[in-house]
């Protein structure tokens, strides 16, 4: 597979996580199926989404289409909307018209694919979907998952808060670890790393884009300084769609306890009523507590907190609220790793 991730051994990394490691390239694999539409047919970009794994790939591919560089002799003209309309390009919209009725293909006074259904294509060569293979990896870590405590909240001496933050258009990630004291939120430390984006952004698959970024930092930061006890991580944990957040995957890949908080509920119900400032509701996946809703101290919007991986959900609980300080609305470690990974004032 000329887009898959990299078929090298890594040390320390297993078999079945190099898909974490190492996400296939989405845009190859994008390239590779282009070159497949025959002169004088069209797809849609719903039909490229789906041979990738995932409709909801559709938005990326269009985005791609428009500003990525592409072969000269890549027919990314050939892809249109479903509805016949003839879609962007990164030439204009007149440019692309013309190129395919150079092919023969007609379009209406309103700027519409006449006899679309005779001009679609969709008998592309099978290519094993890289977004399939990237949720059956999610999915198969439920096995995997540490739900008790790795380390008791009593004995946690340090968190390290880690977040991504992409400057340049999106085309380089810089990744900040901050390391906490887990009793004040005293910041102790500090990494940044930039490195290039390696996998597009596609709704429900942050994962693939900010994990190997996150684990690089956390591996530099830690080659010189000592471990932390916990990873707080700006992503999910238990509170994801597929149970396996980005909190998750970072602690299950590298054996770390890890905790996921989030600004935005990505699935899950309030199990009680709307928290007090400074309090937390439980919320419920598939009739379990997977996590909790939490007010700052200032009374503002709610973050969301959950386990990822080597921590309960006591000790997930009681960390994130002891490190809630009372003028903020993330914990001190998520806060300084923001910062950070936005600011650079680590000088990375």
């Known amino acids: 597979m000329p887009f ?18 190492h996400p296939p390239d989405l845009p190859a694999a994008l390239r590779t199926l282009l070159y497949q539409i025959p002169a004088s047919r069209v797809t849609t970009y719903g039909t490229l989404a789906e041979r990738l794994g995932d409709r909801v790939a559709a938005r990326w591919i269009g985005e791609a289409l428009l500003h990525e560089d592409f072969p000269a002799d890549c027919p990314r003209w050939r892809v249109v909307r479903a509805d016949g309309d003839v879609g962007r390009y990164a030439a204009g919209r007149e440019r692309k018209v013309a190129l395919l009725r150079r092919e023969g293909i007609d379009f209406d006074e309103d700027g519409r694919l006449t006899h679309a259904a005779g001009a679609l294509w969709d008998a592309f060569d099978w290519i094993p979907p890289p977004l399939a293979a990237l949720r059956d990896w999610q999915r198969s870590l439920a096995p995997r998952v540490i739900r008790r405590d790795m380390l008791g909240a009593d004995s946690v001496a340090t968190i390290a808060g880690i977040d991504v933050a992409y400057p340049a258009a999106g085309r380089t990630a810089r990744a900040a670890y901050a390391l906490c004291d887990a009793a004040r939120g005293a910041l102790l430390a500090e990494r940044v790393v930039r490195r290039p984006t390696a996998f597009p952004y596609i709704t429900s698959y942050l994962t693939f884009r900010e994990g190997p970024n996150l684990v690089d930092v ?119 790793a923001d910062r950070r990974s936005r600011h650079n004032t680590a000088g990375a």
């Open 4 to 21: 898959g991730p990299a078929s090298r051994s890594v040390a320390g990394v297993a078999d079945a996580d190099r898909v974490f490691f």
């Open 218 to 336: 956390i591996r530099e930061a830690e080659a010189d300084g000592p471990a932390a006890d916990v990873l707080m991580v700006d992503g999910s944990g238990r509170l994801h769609p597929r149970g396996a957040g980005l909190a998750t995957c970072v602690g299950v890949a590298l054996g770390r306890p890890t905790i996921g908080v989030t600004k935005k509920r990505l699935c899950g119900d309030l199990a009680g009523d709307e928290p007090p400032p400074g309090a937390a509701t439980p919320i419920a996946m598939d009739g379990e507590i997977a996590g909790y809703a939490i007010r700052p101290h200032t009374g503002g919007k709610r973050i969301y907190a959950s386990p990822g991986n080597g921590v309960s959900l006591e000790t997930c609980l009681k960390l994130t609220l002891r490190l809630m300080p009372a003028r903020r609305r993330l914990p001190a470690p998520i806060h300084h």
